[in-house]
């Protein structure tokens, strides 16, 4: 069992959007790892291993799903039993960004999460942001004139996500480059009164209180 699930459609999602909380208590999923894009997936794997190391969660990876062809049907499936494995209190899903996979993802995941008397209840649900989300949003965000509205915020030590992050070092570009998730998280602490946050969007709290989470590095 795990308190904390976090999906991740891909090895560096889990540290984009939510490197400021995680902990030992979580446990994450990814989704799918490429064959060959910019390193091996060899190498991809081994950085993934560092990343959960550094942050001391658990994590289990689908080898057999084809990046950039993420499958609904397939996938409801697999989240079902991820979590009737670890019965968490708190899932995380990426919210859904220009990316067809991590469409795909919560599509999937909005199946698999339906109340139904044989799986796991999960009772908090949570959207996280990453950069590319604020940077260049998704067509119906664009079509209803909307942005990510985060609606829960956690505080972070921006220190110790950039580091995670620098971890996944063949994934560390200018287009969510370190200085920009900074950024972001100096404007996410803004809005919730710390130094450094992580937005996220609730979209179901059935037991909040079991949201502690992040910590403030000024605190």
């Known amino acids: 069992m795990s308190e904390f699930l976090l999906i991740s459609p891909h090895l560096d999602d889990e540290v984009l959007g939510c490197g400021g909380i995680l902990d030992e208590r979580f446990h994450v999923h990814y989704c799918g ?4 894009h910019i390193i091996d997936r060899e190498k991809r794997l081994k950085e993934a291993a560092a990343v959960a190391d550094n942050f001391g969660f658990t994590y289990s990876v689908n080898l057999e799903n084809k990046v950039n062809d993420y499958r609904i049907f397939d996938l409801i499936g697999e989240l079902e039993e991820v979590i009737n494995e ?6 995380f899903l990426p919210y859904p960004s220009y990316n067809q996979d991590h469409r795909t993802i919560l599509d999937a995941a909005m199946v698999a999460l339906r109340p139904h ?4 209840f999960v009772r908090n649900v949570l959207l996280y942001e990453e950069i590319q989300v604020s940077v260049w949003p998704y067509r119906e965000d664009i079509l209803h004139g909307q942005t990510y509205n985060p609606n829960c915020y956690f505080p972070i030590d921006i220190d110790r996500k950039i580091k995670g992050y620098h971890l996944h070092a063949s994934q560390v570009r200018a287009m969510r480059s370190p200085e920009m998730l900074t950024a972001l998280s100096k404007w996410r602490g803004v809005q919730s009164g710390f130094d450094y946050a992580e937005g996220y ?3 179901k709290l059935c037991q909040p209180t079991h949201l502690v989470l992040g910590k403030d590095s000024q605190a």
């Open 33 to 36: 790892v490429d064959e060959f």
């Open 86 to 91: 670890h019965k968490p209190v708190t899932f």
């Open 117 to 120: 008397d044989i799986n796991h």
């Open 201 to 203: 969007m609730a979209i």
